[in-house]
Nanobody, 119 residues
Framework: QVHVAESGGGLVQAGGSLRLSCAAS????????MGWFRQAPGKEREFVAV???????YYANFVEGRFAVSGDATKKTVYLQMNDLKPEDTAVYYC?????????????WGQGTQVTVNS
């Protein structure tokens, strides 16, 4: 089992910045990537960004260069630096860790951290 815990959410004014942190613990040897999703009220959870242990990163189109994901494969941590935040970025942000199971990918989730952006 992999335990995922994120932190760093909060309240910020539009145009401001926040940095989210996330760490995986437990049976992390089979993990190969960690990333971020978000879920706004009344909407489905959506992909934000991912950091692979190879160092590659991918972003959702709506990020538009405002967010940067980074991580440490040794420490099993991932970070999301969010700049120029907009009210539409308001959501619960979830960290995930992906691991290779016997025949499929296993995805582990954190409990989420609230990000609120005021206009």
């Amino acid at each position: 089992q992999v335990h995922v815990a994120e932190s760093g959410g909060g309240l910020v004014q539009a145009g401001g910045s926040l940095r989210l942190s996330c760490a995986a613990s437990g049976r992390t040897a089979s993990t190969y990537a960690m990333g971020w999703f978000r879920q706004a009220p009344g909407k489905e959870r959506e992909f934000v960004a991912v950091f692979n242990w190879s160092g590659s990163t991918y972003y959702a189109n709506f990020v538009e260069g405002r967010f940067a994901v980074s991580g440490d494969a040794t420490k099993k941590t991932v970070y999301l630096q969010m700049n120029d935040l907009k009210p539409e970025d308001t959501a619960v942000y979830y960290c995930n860790a992906d691991a290779q199971g016997d025949q499929r990918t296993l995805r582990y989730w954190g409990q989420g951290t609230q990000v609120t952006v005021n206009s």
